[in-house]
């Protein structure tokens, strides 16, 4: 499956983005998707994801700020996000697990200013 990120942008701190992830197969079947991100200098770290069911999870440092979703019908995992702090810059990365192999997007630079 190939994965396609956009939505990333530069925004001042307080404000919302919306990234998407477009992938190239039906994404019904798959049970996990997801987003992480990479600061700069820092290593990839796990912010949400999202199981077939719409089970989701989030990372500590976004719950109550942001909110993944996926669209089966569109065959896209979205994230949106809200109040938006600097420490939330990075490249934002889309991810699918399909049987324990994961499958990587090509990133979405966030940029968030002060």
């Known amino acids: 499956v190939q994965l396609q990120a956009s939505g990333g942008g530069l925004v001042q701190a307080g404000g919302s983005l919306r990234l998407s992830c477009a992938a190239s197969?039906?994404?019904?079947?798959?049970?996990?998707m997801g987003w992480y991100r990479q600061a700069p200098g820092k290593q990839r770290e796990w912010v949400a994801d999202?199981?077939?069911?719409?089970?989701?999870n989030y990372a500590d440092s976004v719950k109550g700020r942001f909110i993944i979703s996926r669209d089966n019908a569109r065959n896209t995992v979205s994230l949106q996000m809200n109040s938006l702090k600097p420490e939330d810059t990075g490249n934002y990365y889309c991810?699918?697990?399909?049987?324990?192999?994961?499958?990587w997007g090509k990133g979405t630079l966030v940029t968030v200013s002060s």
């Open positions: 991810l699918a697990d399909i049987g324990g192999m994961r499958y």
């Open positions: 197969q039906f994404i019904f079947s798959i049970n996990l």
């Open positions: 999202i199981t077939r069911s719409s089970n989701r």
